[in-house]
């Protein structure tokens, strides 16, 4: 999937390098390089796979066999997108690339949760039976529903998957960052 890099931060900005001697910097010959798509704003690409990779919008005419630079636009996501270069580079350098950071692992596992309890709610199922499945009948059953911790919890994910579906899931391309 490709995103605006308005929308989101850890897509890298890459134009052409001014014709200065002895600066390089260009993609790799393509063994890298995924999918690609041409748009109004120039051409959408991914480099690497899997949680490795990093999403590109080459502007300007720039061709990716060409000396590039990145752009980092000097806005409240600019370390968002200097850690999206830093991982561009770690990849182009052939060293090791750490899975973009916006997300934890136990963010990505509520995630998870709260698309999972919102699917069963918008199809009809209880609070008590999306509980089960996500947290396992054995837990549900021990402790009486009306007070259980399980059951609030169960329904705090249906309403944050509602509030994701709804067009908050925009704010998990951005890092929360300490002010």
């Known amino acids: 999937m490709f995103w605006a890099p308005e929308i989101d931060p850890g897509s890298v900005i890459v134009a052409a390098v001014p014709p200065i001697p002895g600066l390089d910097g260009g993609l790799s010959s393509g063994r890298e390089l995924g999918d690609a ?28 066999t060409q000396p590039l630079a990145a752009l980092v636009p000097l806005g409240a996501d600019g370390l968002d997108r200097i850690e999206a270069v830093t991982r561009l580079w770690r990849a182009l350098n052939k060293r090791s690339v750490p899975p973009d950071g916006r997300l934890t692992a136990q963010q990505r596992r509520r995630l998870r949760y709260m698309l999972q ?63």
């Open 117 to 179: 309890a919102v699917d069963g709610h918008m199809n009809g199922a209880s609070y008590r039976e999306i509980a089960a499945a996500i947290y396992g009948a054995s837990r549900v059953g021990e402790a009486a529903w009306k007070t259980s911790a399980l059951r609030d919890s169960t329904i705090d994910l249906v309403k944050d998957g509602a509030a994701l579906i709804a067009g908050g899931y925009r704010k998990l391309l951005r890092s929360r960052r300490r002010t």
């Open 37 to 64: 798509r041409a748009g109004v704003d120039g051409l959408s690409m991914v480099y690497g796979r899997g949680p490795k990779a990093v999403r590109l919008l080459l502007v300007d005419a720039a061709v990716p």
